[in-house]
């Protein structure tokens, strides 16, 4: 699969999660997909051959479940093999060839996004954006503060909010050790510019399209404002996509 996916670099593991596809596609060369059991995970198989990433892994994931939803990427694959239509598959790419071998390195570029998260930052005018911040983020706020124990403090503007130590430290030990749990986590992170949305949709159960809604409060507000913009909405689309496959992993119970 070397010809259909860009190399992950390791010095940056993510990246391949958020990228498009490369201007020439690869005809179908493939009648179907199917999943089957290995010992690394259950592995995603082309006419019976198991797929592997750009570095050679196997392309596995932890349950059967997840598997079949990567396998059926590769099903709704036309003439051509479009990678900007397979987030998932994109994603578990990241995954194996990236954050299992540096998990520390992506668990600190969520922690960093938790002494800044979007979430802390209020408009100071006007007061219907106001409003609308708090009614999507406040409970967010309150659950961190129930559930994790992380009092997180808020602002007006864009000046820099100093956390607590003890609230940021009590978010911190809710990221996920699992490398799918974690890189799914950093998807939502990086998409959103929260870390907290993305354990809210990890811990609580919170609904990603209500996630994805908080993220783009600000955003929304704009374009009721000054009207739609095709181009961002196509970019927003895409990334949507890869929210989507990202919060997808975080509500699955990975314990087969």
């Keep these: 699969m070397r010809d259909l996916f ?19 596609l690869r005809r179908r060369f493939y009648e179907h997909a199917s ?17 592997h990433t750009p570095a050679r892994r196997r392309l596995a994931a932890p349950t059967p479940e997840l598997a079949e939803a990567i396998a059926a990427e590769w099903r709704a694959q036309a003439e051509l093999i479009d990678p900007a239509t397979m987030p998932l598959t994109r994603l578990a790419n990241a995954i194996i060839d990236g954050v299992a071998d540096a998990p520390a390195a992506v668990a600190a570029e969520i922690e960093k ?30 659950w961190a503060r129930d559930a994790l124990g992380a009092d997180f403090k808020t602002g007006e503007g864009i000046i820099h909010i100093a956390q607590p ?16 749990l974690l890189g799914a986590a950093h998807v939502v992170t990086t998409l959103t510019g929260s870390a907290l949305l993305a354990l809210a949709i990890l811990r609580s159960g919170f609904a990603a399209e209500a996630a994805w809604r908080a993220a783009h409060v600000d955003e929304d507000w704009n374009m009721e404002q000054w009207g739609k913009d095709d181009t961002a909405l196509e970019r927003r689309a895409f990334r949507f996509a890869e929210f989507a496959a990202a919060a997808t992993v975080l509500k699955m119970e990975l314990t087969p």
Aim: with cysteine; glycine share 4%.
């Design 6 to 24: 860009e190399t992950i670099r390791a010095e940056d593991p993510m990246t391949a999660a958020r990228r498009g596809a490369r201007p020439a």
């Design 35 to 51: 999943i089957a059991s290995s010992a690394d995970g259950y592995g995603v198989c082309l006419d019976d051959k198991p797929v």
């Design 113 to 142: 996004y938790l002494g800044t998260d979007l979430l802390f930052y209020r408009a100071d005018a006007p007061q219907q954006l106001r409003d609308r911040q708090a009614r999507q983020w406040d409970p967010i706020l309150d």
């Design 165 to 180: 130590t003890a609230a940021l430290a009590a978010a911190c030990a809710a990221i996920p050790a699992d490398p799918w």
